[in-house]
């Protein structure tokens, strides 16, 4: 997996600032109905600060459920496989585009 910050904006008056980037990941297999949860290292991150992910092509089973600052430079992503009661999903490395905003 690999992190790459593509910009960040700063706000000097009340010390918050976002970050932007992507990284890439290939999630384990996520069960028929069910969630998979998957942790991605973002340097700098902390638990309380937002985070808004969203993956660039997803296969049609399997949606982006959210993503959680778990613990400082860790978030979690979690992934449904929603619409297939039958059959896991496999979704294979992606690339996912991350905002991350730094509350002071």
Known sequence: MATVVKGQ???GVN???IEFG???????SI?????????VTI????T??????????????????GAKVT???TISLY???AYDSVTAVDIASKTFDYMLIHLS
Do not use: C, S
């Open 48 to 65: 309380g600060d937002q985070v808004f992910v969203n993956a660039q092509a997803l296969p049609l089973m399997a949606i982006m459920a």
């Open 43 to 46: 340097t700098g991150a902390k």
């Open 9 to 11: 904006i700063h706000d």
């Open 22 to 28: 992507t990284f890439t990941l290939d999630p384990a």
């Open 15 to 17: 010390g918050a600032w």
């Open 71 to 73: 613990a400082t430079d």
């Open 79 to 81: 992934l449904n496989n």
């Open 31 to 39: 069960a028929a109905a069910a969630q998979g949860v998957e942790t």
